[in-house]
């Protein structure tokens, strides 16, 4: 039998009959009548509020933690681009200084960025189960390799010259540091927003569970009181698991 593990139209109609018995005194006799006690009801009502406010909640992280996904995806490939950009051009300036018979030191550093990159598409590549968590680790690694570069482009000091005539200036290769180092942040806070959502949803569950519990133990007697009331009786019928009106729940 399948149980409910958040907030729906179930817990909502059973916290709503709770409520209406609390309410109305002459129906509150007729449950009172038949061994109940206002705590039960009081504990059923008490659950589905805390049921729908947890929801709420669970929805709300939902929509903040999706919009975060968002902009690190939309960063992440605008840094990527600019990134790869770069490197485009790095691979013409180291070539051109290999001929130029360059220091063997710093043509070294140059390809060092260049077979990074290289490196990096392997490590990057998803692993078989397409974890959630293993897409926001590579997302990471990606950032920080990128930040890494712009870093040690930054160092180079004898590339800058051959770099700029070709467009890649100090102030790019520091917009790109400055926008890998921002990406980090941003993902900061998309982890965030999922340890949010996810400590709604085992809140939420919980509030579901726990009206669960509490509607099991007096069931009965609402049952016992429909047959006394078709004013509970009715109410009762929009309470059950849908797919079991015919039978107890």
Not at 47 to 74: C, N, P
Not at 182 to 210: D, I, N, T
Request: charged share 30%; glycine share 6%.
């Amino acid at each position: 039998m399948p149980e409910f593990v958040s907030y729906h139209s179930t817990v909502s109609n059973r916290g709503a009959l709770a409520e209406h018995l609390l309410r109305e005194p002459e129906l509150l006799a007729v449950f009172e009548g038949v061994g109940g006690r206002r705590e039960d009801l009081e504990a059923i009502a008490e659950a589905g509020k805390q049921a729908a406010l947890l929801s709420m909640a669970r929805f709300e992280a939902t929509s903040q933690r999706m919009t975060a996904v968002t902009r690190v995806k939309t960063a992440l490939a605008e840094l990527q681009r600019e990134h790869k950009a770069i490197l485009a051009v790095l691979r013409v300036v180291a070539h051109e200084l290999e001929r130029a018979g360059a220091p063997n030191e710093l043509l070294a550093q140059a390809q060092g960025v260049l077979e990074d990159q290289r490196a990096r598409r392997v490590r990057a590549q998803p692993d078989a189960s397409g974890a959630r968590s293993h897409r926001g680790h590579a997302r990471e690694v990606i950032r920080l390799e990128i930040e890494k570069d712009a870093l040690s482009l930054l160092e180079l000091v004898e590339l800058h010259a051959a770099l700029a005539r070709r467009c890649v200036t100090v102030a790019r290769l520091e917009a790109l540091r400055q926008a890998a180092d921002a990406l980090g942040g941003q993902q900061a806070l998309r982890a965030a927003s999922e340890g949010k959502r996810q400590s709604s949803v085992a809140a939420e569950r919980g509030a579901v569970k726990e009206q669960k519990q509490a509607w099991s133990l007096c069931y009965r007697l609402l049952r016992l009181a429909a047959r006394k009331d078709a004013r509970i009786d009715a109410m009762l019928s929009e309470a059950v698991r849908p797919r079991r009106r015919s039978r107890r729940d």
